[in-house]
Every structure is written in structure tokens, then in C-alpha cells.
């Protein structure tokens, strides 16, 4: 367990995305989650599942303190998603984002295409932006994937 962790206050339908990434995405180095707000428990359970390295990204200090409070062990990035630092996502195989804001979401997709990384976005609710994207059904859970990573060994379970 990663320490100071609280994972009890992770949603059921968000363990099922963090299952899913761990599952799907195993052969992955680094992963973001792009705007993590004061809900960095799926992050913190992707940790305890995968040890790999776990990056949350905010524009809000605040969150990111928040963040490194409950999961010591997360590598939290301040930067603007609409003006990125991309030295900030070098090697990362995988963007995630939980309930971004709509507006962001091409900044998000722009990000990942820009540096190869596949993206999951699970929104709030469905957005016409996402028409096109694979969509992952987890019983009533829904979210949306976009490959942009070239590696061969990724395959998915839909």
C-alpha cells in the first residue's frame, strides 16, 4: 500500500478505469493524469497497482499539496494544459484525465497526439468531442480511449 494513501474514497466506477489501465496498460513506463484536482485517489491506487510512475498535473498548487498529502509517492507536475511544458511529459506512454472540464478536452487530445502517449478521458457526461473515440464499457462505467502510441504490444479488451 502506498503510504498515506486513502483509496477508500475512490469511487467503484473509477476503481474499474484503474483496474482497467493497470490491465490493458502493463507494459507502460509513466503514466499522467492530466488535472487532478482534489481526487487523487484513482491516481494513488494506479501507484499501489503498477508501481510505476504516477504523474498528476494541475494549474492549482493547492491540488497538487493536496495530491502528495494522501499519496506521498505520486510525482506532481504543475503546468497549463492549453500551454504545455512538454519536457514535463517526455516518456510518458499514457494521458488520463477523470471529468475534464470540455473545454480542455482538445488541449488534452493535442498533448497526447503531440507526444504519442494514448489518451483516456472519462467525462462527466458524453460530449459530442469524443465522437470517434473507442469507447470502454465496465458494466454501467463509460469512457472514451484514443491511441496514439505506436507500441504493438498494446492491445485492448472492449
Known amino acids: 500500500m502506498v503510504k498515506g494513501a486513502r483509496v477508500g474514497s475512490l469511487l467503484p466506477k473509477h476503481k474499474k478505469l484503474v483496474e482497467y489501465i493497470a490491465?490493458?496498460?502493463?507494459?507502460?513506463?509513466?503514466?499522467?493524469?492530466?488535472?487532478?484536482g482534489f481526487y487523487p485517489f484513482p491516481s494513488c491506487l494506479l501507484k499501489q497497482l503498477t508501481k510505476k510512475q504516477i504523474i498528476v498535473v494541475d494549474n492549482n498548487m493547492e491540488a497538487l499539496r493536496y495530491a502528495l498529502k494522501h499519496c506521498p509517492d505520486l510525482v506532481a507536475v504543475y503546468d497549463n494544459i492549453m500551454k504545455p511544458n512538454l519536457q514535463v511529459y517526455c516518456d510518458v506512454d499514457l494521458l488520463y484525465s477523470i471529468?475534464?472540464?470540455?473545454?480542455?478536452?482538445?488541449?488534452i487530445e493535442d498533448l497526447a497526439s503531440k507526444i504519442k502517449a494514448d489518451l483516456i478521458i472519462s467525462p462527466m457526461e458524453y460530449t459530442g468531442l469524443l465522437r470517434g473515440w473507442k469507447k470502454v464499457r465496465l458494466g454501467e462505467y463509460l469512457f472514451h480511449v484514443r491511441l496514439f502510441s505506436n507500441d504493438p504490444s498494446s492491445s485492448f479488451s472492449f
Request: aromatic share 18%; charged share 30%; hydrophobic share 35%.
Open 23 to 36: 490491465k490493458e496498460y502493463w507494459w507502460t513506463n509513466k503514466i499522467a493524469e492530466i488535472g487532478v
Open 99 to 107: 471529468r475534464p472540464n470540455e473545454e480542455l478536452i482538445p488541449y
